[in-house]
């Protein structure tokens, strides 16, 4: 094969790489040849580049490390699944088949657990915008919802009337946990009394029935002491209800937010020292039930986990495309994924392998996806060697949050393939094509062009 040459160029010398908090991805790059057995060539040969991989393998190993952390250490731990995460219709499959109920937050949502086949009363219906004929089929269903606000409580009593029934109900509380910035837009604040408020309303009513405690404090925390805080002003806050208005806590929902191994942009840490392992969590929020639970009290502890769960099942494979130098001498690659399928770039600092080994100098160089956009980029700098056009960068992990985000911007959608726990690959959802895009638009006929071009 022919040598790279480039003109030569003068760089300014970037220090700080290599230091005492990790080592310079120089000596760190990897070359992935594979997912789970099969071979980078043959998946972009067979399904298209760019292409997001999901393990199967890894998806469940890491739900059971999950559930595991929590169910060793206390006996009443039920999962849910986290659907804005990943709806996809095959991961959604995967967790309920390992046990997961559905967490949804929308009708949308609702309807796609649904649909799948997840009866009413295996989902937990959260989020602040539940519109009223949604709420009464989610009712109807025995699906558990997690009142938001306080025109919810006035919905449901409406529903209660409609169905002539008393409706189980849990309650989203916000509070403050110690970690900055405090999450306060979603339920009813704890710490000022509003979530009291909330539930003299509802006793006042008397049409509704408090079951449970919910509260999703932020995600990617990486303070596993904020939940253990969480946890004992939900029990006491659980206690004080009961007190005064005799509804026992039948459960306590933590929500979602342990992070993965993922490396948020500007911090320094590498994220295997930065995040602690999920068992870590799980210590400090179970030692936080017995410390502050009354004996023989085991109420249910509900985990939505989404990001912890899925992130480090999936990969995108992408292509580069076009190598070019920057007037102020940054070398920078267009690749074929950009902003547009990898959303979470805003936030991430991606872990980059390569398909193949590359010799030469690495020097810090831009990635840009396929967009005709200055925000869409996907690295600002990250060290590599001189790549060839057609050279494969593996990006991990991107299982959480990248497709359910994902644009159809500029370019298609790619398609999504699983790999089986036995090494077969099927597609889960399709490449986009123009019919797909198109399929909603209508183009009235006095707009309709004649086909010879004339105007
Ligand atoms: C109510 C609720 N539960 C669970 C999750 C999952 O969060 P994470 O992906 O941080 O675990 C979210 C995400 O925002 C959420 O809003």
Same mark, same amino acid.
């Given at each position: 094969? /022919?040598?790279?040459?480039? #003109?030569?160029s003068?760089i300014?010398?970037e220090?700080g790489?290599?230091?005492?908090?990790g080592?310079?991805?120089?000596?760190?790059?990897?070359?992935r040849?594979?997912?789970?057995? +099969?071979?980078?060539?043959?998946?972009?040969e067979?399904?298209?580049?760019p292409?997001? +991989?999901?393990s199967?393998?890894?998806?469940?190993?890491?739900?059971?490390r999950?559930?595991r952390a929590?169910?060793?250490?206390?006996p009443n731990?039920?999962?849910?699944?986290?659907?804005?995460?990943?709806?996809l219709?095959?991961i959604?499959?995967i967790l309920?088949?390992e046990?997961a109920?559905?967490?949804?937050?929308?009708?949308f949502?609702?309807?796609k657990?649904? #649909?799948?086949?997840?009866?009413?009363?295996?989902?937990?219906?959260?989020?602040?915008?539940?519109?009223?004929?949604?709420?009464?089929?989610? %009712?109807?269903?025995?699906?558990?919802?997690?009142i938001?606000?306080l025109d919810?409580?006035?919905?449901?009593e409406?529903?209660?009337?409609?169905l002539?029934t008393?409706i189980?109900?849990?309650?989203?509380l916000?509070?403050?946990?110690?970690?900055f910035?405090?999450?306060?837009?979603?339920g009813?604040?704890?710490?000022?009394?509003?979530?009291?408020?909330?539930?003299?309303r509802i006793?006042a009513?008397g049409?509704?029935?408090?079951? &449970?405690?919910?509260?999703?404090?932020?995600?990617?925390?990486?303070?596993?002491?904020?939940?253990? %805080?969480?946890?004992?002003k939900?029990v *006491?806050? $659980?206690?004080?209800?009961?007190e005064?208005?005799?509804?026992?806590?039948?459960?306590?929902?933590?929500?979602?937010?342990?992070?993965?191994?993922?490396?948020l942009?500007?911090?320094y840490?590498?994220?295997?020292?930065?995040? *602690?392992?999920? =068992?870590?969590y799980? =210590?400090?929020?179970?030692?936080?039930l017995?410390a502050? @639970?009354?004996?023989? !009290?085991f109420p249910k502890l509900?985990?939505?986990?989404? /990001?912890? +769960?899925? !992130?480090?099942?999936?990969f995108?494979?992408a292509?580069?495309?076009?190598?070019?130098?920057?007037?102020?001498g940054?070398?920078?690659?267009?690749?074929?994924?950009g902003?547009?399928?990898?959303?979470?770039?805003?936030?991430?600092?991606?872990?980059?392998?390569?398909?193949r080994?590359v *010799?030469?100098?690495?020097?810090?160089?831009m990635i840009? &996806?396929?967009?005709?956009l200055?925000l869409a980029?996907?690295? =600002?700098?990250?060290?590599?060697?001189?790549l /060839? /056009? $057609?050279?494969?960068?593996?990006?991990?992990?991107v299982?959480a949050?990248?497709v359910?985000?994902? @644009?159809?911007f500029?370019?298609?959608?790619?398609?999504?393939?699983?790999?089986?726990?036995?090494?077969?690959?099927e597609?889960?959802?399709?490449?986009?094509?123009?019919?797909? +895009?198109?399929?909603?638009?209508r183009?009235?006929?006095?707009?309709r062009?004649?086909?010879? &071009?004339?105007?």
């Open positions: 094969m /022919r040598e790279l040459y480039e #003109k030569p003068i300014k010398l220090t790489y290599l230091n005492k908090f080592s310079s991805p120089l000596y760190s790059r990897k070359v040849a594979d997912i789970d057995g +099969v071979a980078i060539d043959t998946l972009v067979r399904y298209g580049s292409l997001f +991989v999901f199967e393998k890894e998806l469940r190993t890491q739900y059971q999950i559930h929590f169910s060793n250490r206390y731990v039920v999962s849910a699944w986290s659907y804005k995460t990943n709806y219709q095959a959604c499959a309920y088949q046990g109920l559905a967490e949804v937050v929308s009708e949502e609702y309807d657990a649904r #649909k799948l086949g997840v009866p009413g009363h295996s989902i937990i219906f959260n989020g602040p915008y539940k519109r009223r004929s949604i709420l009464e089929k989610a %009712v109807r269903e025995g699906a558990q919802i997690h938001d606000h919810e409580i006035y919905d449901l409406e529903v209660a009337d409609e002539g008393t189980s109900v849990g309650l989203r916000n509070m403050d946990t110690g970690i910035p405090q999450w306060t837009r979603f009813l604040n704890l710490d000022s009394g509003q979530a009291m408020d909330a539930v003299k006793h009513g049409k509704l029935i408090l079951r &449970g405690l919910h509260a999703h404090i932020g995600t990617f925390i990486l303070e596993p002491d904020a939940y253990a %805080v969480a946890v004992s939900m *006491q806050f $659980g206690y004080e209800v009961e005064r208005f005799g509804y026992t806590t039948e459960y306590l929902d933590l929500g979602g937010g342990f992070p993965s191994q993922s490396k942009k500007g911090t840490l590498p994220p295997d020292v930065a995040v *602690q392992p999920i =068992e870590a799980a =210590e400090k929020i179970t030692d936080a017995y502050s @639970l009354r004996p023989g !009290d509900i985990l939505e986990t989404g /990001r912890a +769960v899925v !992130d480090h099942a999936g995108l494979i292509t580069v495309f076009a190598a070019k130098r920057l007037p102020d940054r070398k920078a690659y267009v690749i074929d994924a902003l547009n399928i990898l959303f979470t770039s805003f936030w991430y600092k991606f872990n980059i392998e390569l398909d080994e *010799q030469g100098v690495n020097e810090p160089a840009n &996806g396929p967009l005709c200055t980029v996907i690295d =600002e700098g990250t060290l590599l060697p001189p /060839r /056009r $057609g050279t494969r960068m593996i990006f991990s992990p299982g949050y990248n359910p985000q994902w @644009l159809q500029i370019e298609y959608r790619p398609n999504v393939v699983l790999i089986g726990q036995d090494g077969s690959v597609v889960i959802r399709e490449a986009e094509t123009l019919e797909d +895009v198109e399929r909603q638009e183009l009235p006929e006095r707009l062009l004649p086909t010879d &071009g004339s105007v």
